[in-house]
């Protein structure tokens, strides 16, 4: 009895702040807050294990708040817990206030970045099984909204979860019923919760999530119960549970009190202890991560010039080199290691390999998870369908997480599997993420020097590989900086530069071998590092050739490749960046079929220098 | 009993085009067709009714293939119907066969491009919700594979099959065990699937794949069950089915037999009767899709030049007032409708609005599925969350769909809800596909007219709105093209000019008169036509301004936007474009100090125009 009524207390407390701040910020969602009072009010009260002083100790327990947008009951938690006076919480949404809108690293209690929904019980099966394989003893919780439970992903990563036994996972779904603009699909029909996680083989405990004593029980048992499957609270809710005129009322969702609103809610709350605290335990053991510390990322594979790799290939020769010697290193597969390659990791270091099977969303959030304890995930697809996973990329940069992609099976050049399977819009899109590192290394000795400049890079990283096999172009120990390219051609009297990148620079090569025996000679530049592109290098070659003009050749869609990395890096009086790029759907064909189909091949360069020497020619004899 | 023979000779002609197609091309996924050759044979002698010599009549069954990589059953199939003579399966996978990898529109007999896997239960529920909603009798039958139900889109598409009653959609699940590269994760744990399936509300059956009996049953009840569920046909199936040395063997998922493999296969299959056709009962009636003819778009909303006016509002009222005039439209939720205003639609019209709830990969592919049978699908959500379905878009551009896209809440100007939902990367991916038309009206006046003008459109369209309200620049009765600008600012001294769009046109304007105080004058255009840009406009305004300069100024990431639009646009020597765009991960708080953060305020515009003035001053002064 005694724990019921601090329990009311401190919900009440937590009710107070959500309503409070959202006031003071004049938008935000306290109804969805109200709901999810009194359920985490008991967890932190009773069973959450942590260490406020230290939110990156591993044997801290994870609360994972995938209904993003209730990050008012968040801070009013964590201040609850006396990581901060709550009185800061009147902050809430302002410019530079750690108290975003939604979750992010700023905050740093949140275990990620949320707000765009589904995307929590996959950062939370993340974290478990780490723990999982790691022998950590800590319980991972996530906070989930009954409209998010729409979203494909939350279904992955209940497959996951149970795929993997992830039986330190407890995930409490907040069944209140309403959805933004209107009612959910089920809404209070709890079976269809309940036989949805039952079938996903979760242990299933139903309760009314204003009943404390249910509340306790529920939780009491999710940490008892012998199996080994993941458990989940499904809680009977009211949004804005508590105050009469907003509670289970539809058209409050998103929704602050007005002044006086608040004031009746306030007086409907009653009497309210405002020094109500969480006196969390803390973990028996402290250990921060450590996996960014100083690591051997060298490579030492062997090529024989006269044969041909896929760079593919070279990057699951060089991960399963580099992982053994990285022990915070994951890889995480979709069911296409046989085609990435990362089954070379998978042959060395098992304990670190992750199947997830066809479901990249819940990969990507899945390392999202890896990385905010220090882990540094590999994540490798095809990479048309890194494209599957985008809003997941998205919120991973948002969560500033140091998760390094690389996409297999890029561009036309694949050939015969047809549109699909081609990742053209790849660079687009992960290029437009600030702080990107885009790689595309086009043969062997780069790609194995790459892989360990993506290993030690922290940040972001996206790395092409390609299908076809391409000739060794580098000498063994020859440097591949982020950021640098390679002249691979170049002499006094060259008319301009053709920059490119990946299976393209084989393109380029052969124009300028076809352009030579018309005494005509070009510069050629590989960019592997696609962005940062190497600004100094190509200025320099558009002050040394006769037209101050780039030509940009790549096995990508026109907008948003390399050539507008490119555009923007040079762009100056007088510069000038001429993109070759596929403009159409591709089709099935041979790799020289569609590169010339595209009008990416050697003889499409030719012309187009041509092409431009010509029109230049003219230009300045008129001038 | 005479059926059973029957099937089986039809079955094994099948299997015979599937080995003998892939087996021509080298390359292909012959395994993943032989497990359902026995089920589609039934399906297609007995049940499907469909008229070859007319694949879009309304009233024709609908056959979606999932499982895109058993591309050669399918071809086999439609060539046993009579579509064309089998013999051209020997073009599979050759530059210019219509016979692709993996189905693509150029086969006129493909619901959708499939080939990115878990789509096709979608497609199929938005043909199936079509039939119900417009009283059309035709049946839906999706084959899907298992390796693909790891893909949470497959489960949204489950909850939208059920919580619309479709039960005119039949899937077929072909349990074949083996995925790419390993056991699927339940390989044959029927108990998995039938349980899923049931949770999620479906008729179940569950068969042996490879009994004629036992499918022919299935298919009969499936048809004649009197309740409101959709079905699921759950078959447990051999890969490789027919052939011992390939049969429920790991190792062969994607890979053709070679010459003398093909042969030994042959031989087991035994006599086969190379005459074998399905006899296709054609539907009663015949008609094609007309809403394709001319359409009247015309609307008719009246602005008070006083006032302001969010565009997101503007599209929901034009929306309304299109759509019902319009009756081939149909508007798609994502319950974001009172945000991105389609309640509007759903007012006037709630016989074509589809409420999809939180699942926006599912809400895509039923697009799409839409669009497959003349309709023309209005999907709207917050611009961030277009992302979640990047690769339902992907794929429905490959489809050559006519689906139009509204995405609301872009950039950092809406302020308080911080970083998660700011589409800031959607024009990098949207614009990047082929052909796409990428629109962004910054107020009234040309956001109705541009609705006009999107639903005018065929093909693909994506337009951007805003969350805050913008005064009203225009007048009633102007016209805007796709592929215009407007030129809101300009004098014969005008020393460079800026291209903005959406909330930074206010910002550009702004600016101009900032420096107009400053006796600088500035051009300042309004690229509400974001893709295709105004080519000549801008050009023209380069020829006639003191610096060869635009300045583009955008609410988006620098990478990708409409900066790198206009630098291909005008690419040329001599001309030269400056991006101002956002290029860090924003925050929460107003509208104005975001812009600022941001750098694309009108201080930060004035602030780089005096840059760029002096830059080339000092330049033309040294030379």
């Not at 935000?28 to 009072?37: E, Q």
Request: aromatic letters at 8%; charged letters at 20%.
């Amino acid at each position: 009895m005694k724990n019921i009524s601090a329990w009311e207390e401190k919900a009440k407390l937590l009710r107070k702040w959500s309503l409070v701040s959202t006031t003071a910020a004049a938008s935000g969602h306290p109804t969805s807050c109200l709901s999810a009072a009194d359920i985490t009010a008991v967890l932190f009260d009773k069973y959450f294990t942590y260490d406020v002083s230290n939110p990156l100790n591993i044997y801290n327990d994870r609360f994972v708040l995938s209904k993003g947008h209730a990050a008012p009951l968040l801070y009013a938690l964590f201040g609850m817990c006396n990581a901060y006076d709550l009185n800061e919480l009147k902050t809430l949404r302002q410019f530079n206030s750690r108290f975003e809108g939604h979750p992010v690293p700023r905050y740093e209690y949140a275990e990620a970045a949320t707000g765009s929904l589904g995307q929590g019980l996959s950062v939370g099966a993340g974290l478990a099984l780490t723990a999982k394989r790691e022998n950590l003893p800590f319980t991972t919780y996530v906070l989930c909204g009954d409209g998010e439970l729409a979203e494909g992903q939350v279904w992955e990563a209940a497959n996951f979860a149970s795929y993997h036994r992830l039986n330190n996972l407890i995930v409490i779904l907040d069944i209140n019923r309403l959805a933004q603009s209107g009612e959910t699909m089920f809404g209070h029909h709890m079976n269809e919760y309940e036989q949805r996680f039952r079938a996903f083989n979760f242990r299933v405990f139903t309760i009314d999530g204003h009943n404390y004593e249910q509340i306790d029980q529920a939780l009491e048992q999710a940490h008892s119960h012998a199996g080994q499957q993941p458990v989940a609270i499904i809680a009977r809710t009211e949004k804005g549970k508590g105050v009469s005129f907003i509670e289970n009322k539809d058209g409050w969702h998103g929704k602050a009190l007005k002044e006086e609103e608040l004031k009746k809610a306030l007086d409907e709350l009653g009497p309210i202890n405002d020094n109500a605290r969480f006196e969390l335990r803390k973990p028996a053991s402290s250990v921060d991560d450590s996996f960014l510390s100083p690591m051997n990322t060298t490579v030492k594979l062997d090529f024989d010039n006269n044969k041909s790799y896929a760079t593919r290939e070279v990057f699951g020769e060089a991960l399963a080199e580099i992982i053994q010697h990285v022990p915070g290193m994951y890889v995480l597969d979709a069911d296409v290691k046989n085609s990435t390659f990362t089954q070379n990791a998978l042959k060395v270091t098992p304990e670190r390999f992750i199947e997830c099977f066809i479901a990249e969303q819940n990969m990507v959030s899945v390392a999202a998870g890896l990385s905010r304890i220090g882990k540094i995930p590999v994540v490798a697809t095809f990479g048309a369908f890194f494209m599957r996973a985008a809003d997941q990329i998205r919120m991973a940069r948002i969560s500033e997480t140091n998760i390094k992609f690389v996409g297999s099976h890029v561009g036309v050049s694949i050939g015969e599997d047809g549109p699909s399977q081609m990742a053209l819009e790849d660079i687009a899109f992960f290029g437009a993420l600030p702080d990107m590192v885009v790689l595309q290394p086009c043969e062997g000795v780069s790609t194995a020097a790459l892989v360990s400049e993506m290993v030690q890079h922290k940040g972001l990283v996206y790395m092409r590989t390609l299908r076809p096999k391409t000739t060794i172009l580098y000498k063994p120990g020859e440097a591949f900086p982020i950021g640098g390219s390679k002249i691979l051609r170049q002499s006094p009297d060259d008319v301009l530069t053709i920059a490119a990148t990946g299976i393209t620079v084989y393109e380029a090569l052969q124009a300028a071998d076809l352009l030579k025996q018309e005494n005509i000679n070009i510069r050629v530049v590989d960019c592997y590092s696609v962005s940062p592109v190497d600004k100094q290098t190509l200025l320099d070659c558009l002050n040394s050739t006769h037209i101050k003009c780039i030509v940009s050749v790549e096995d990508h869609f026109a907008h948003g490749g390399l050539g507008d990395f490119i555009a923007a890096a040079v762009s100056a009086e007088g510069n000038y960046v001429e993109k070759m790029a596929v403009t159409k759907i591709s089709q099935s064909g041979k790799q020289d079929e569609l590169l010339k189909d595209a009008g990416i091949d050697a003889a499409s360069i030719a012309a187009k220098v041509k092409e431009l020497v010509q029109s230049h020619e003219e230009v300045h004899t008129h001038a």
